[in-house]
């Protein structure tokens, strides 16, 4: 059975950073893209950065450019979000996700695995 855990979220000063982070277990994805999504309450679920298979490529929102960072280590299949300046508006659930393909992307339907997502809440 194919499981993503996120972890690393929690309540933050505007300003601070933080660095989440998604374990994959029940099989390796170091052939898929990986990504980051996050949702805000009413809202939908928004790409916020891609990495492709051997993390050659990365890809970013334009909203969270410059200030987040996208790795993944394929020995551990794990991703990670370095997440810096955080802003009220980064609030919201962040998702992990695994692509179909080995190149990420930017809509919901690119992939077919997703984690259960860790609450990131930032105040002014």
């Known amino acids: 059975q194919v499981q993503l855990v996120e972890s690393g979220g929690g309540l933050v000063q505007a300003g601070g950073s933080l660095r989440l982070s998604c374990t994959a277990s029940?099989?390796?994805?170091?052939?898929?893209?990986m990504a980051w999504f996050r949702q805000a309450p009413g809202k939908e679920r928004r790409f916020v950065a891609g990495?492709?298979?051997?993390?050659?490529?990365?890809y970013y929102g334009s909203s969270v450019k410059d200030r987040f960072t996208i790795s993944r280590d394929n020995a551990k299949n794990t991703v990670s979000l370095q997440i810096n300046s955080l802003k009220p508006e980064d609030t919201a659930v962040y998702y992990c996700?695994?692509?179909?393909?080995?190149?990420?992307?930017?809509?919901?339907?690119?992939?077919?695995?997703w984690g259960q997502g860790t609450q990131v809440t930032v105040s002014s």
């Open positions: 029940g099989r390796t994805f170091s052939s898929n893209g």
């Open positions: 996700a695994v692509s179909r393909f080995a190149s990420s992307g930017t809509a919901v339907g690119t992939y077919n695995y």
């Open positions: 990495i492709n298979w051997n993390g050659g490529t990365t």
